[in-house]
């Protein structure tokens, strides 16, 4: 089991580019989730996903879009980059709601400039 | 967004010496949950608190879940040089039907040898 895995783990974009963070868990988890970490700021819940085909937003969903078309992959997209989206993004899953936490990917490291 | 208060931010102590942190909220949690990250990985389970006033333990870890289910300590005994990292805690509560988590701010914690 390769758990939660994160493609890429560095990327560089200019300001206005686009990208797409790709998520994948191989423990037939239903719900995913998209995380931003930022210094002294904890993980702050972009978007989440209760299952295939489904997103709902979390707390700071602005400038981001997210997809669900597979039950394994959860991506998050950003279709105009900018600065304050210089971040390490996180990638979570769970088997459901009542289970112990979050199983989380390794992270990708976005600088925007 | 709700963050959660955890302190301290930093700890610098000598290898052997016990640690404890703490976490407080305004809003009450279902489950209270400690996750350690080290350096360029995602955030790992240490330890999950269901019960009002559970205290749990996990070899030389203990955390506790507040009466009040809006606080929660975590103790380290006789620490060595792997307990080196940051330590967050979450507040997990059911919301909109998803497992929502909200994330302290993190224990950054330096062993000396």
């Known amino acids: 089991n390769a758990g939660v895995t994160q493609t890429p783990k560095f990327r560089v974009l200019k300001t206005g580019q686009s990208m797409t963070l790709l998520c994948a868990q191989d423990m037939n988890h239903e719900y995913m989730y998209w995380y931003r970490q930022d210094p002294g700021m904890g993980l702050r819940l972009i978007h989440y996903s209760v299952g295939e085909g489904t997103t709902a937003k979390g707390e700071v969903p602005d400038g981001y879009n997210v997809s669900r078309l597979k039950k394994q992959n959860f991506l998050l997209g950003l279709e105009s980059a900018a600065p304050s989206q210089t971040s390490v993004y996180f990638c979570?899953?769970?088997?459901?709601?009542?289970?112990?936490?979050?199983?989380f990917g390794p992270g990708t490291r976005l600088t925007v400039t | 967004g709700q963050q959660l208060n955890q302190s301290p931010q930093s700890m610098f102590i000598q290898e052997g010496e016990d640690v404890s942190m703490n976490c407080t909220s305004s809003?009450?949690?279902?489950?209270w949950l400690w996750y350690k990250q080290d350096p360029g990985e995602g955030p790992v389970l240490l330890i999950a608190?269901?019960?009002?006033?559970e205290l749990t333990s996990n070899g030389r870890l203990t955390a506790q879940f507040g009466i009040t289910r809006k606080d929660s300590f975590l103790n380290i005994s006789a620490s060595i040089p792997s307990d080196v990292g940051i330590y967050f805690c979450?507040?997990?509560?059911?919301?909109?039907?998803?497992?929502?988590?909200?994330f302290g701010q993190g224990t950054r914690l330096t062993i000396n040898p």
């Open positions: 979450a507040g997990q509560r059911l919301s909109q039907g998803a497992q929502k988590l909200v």
């Open positions: 608190l269901y019960k009002a006033g």
């Open positions: 809003s009450i949690f279902n489950t």
């Open positions: 979570a899953s769970s088997y459901d709601m009542t289970g112990p936490g979050q199983y």
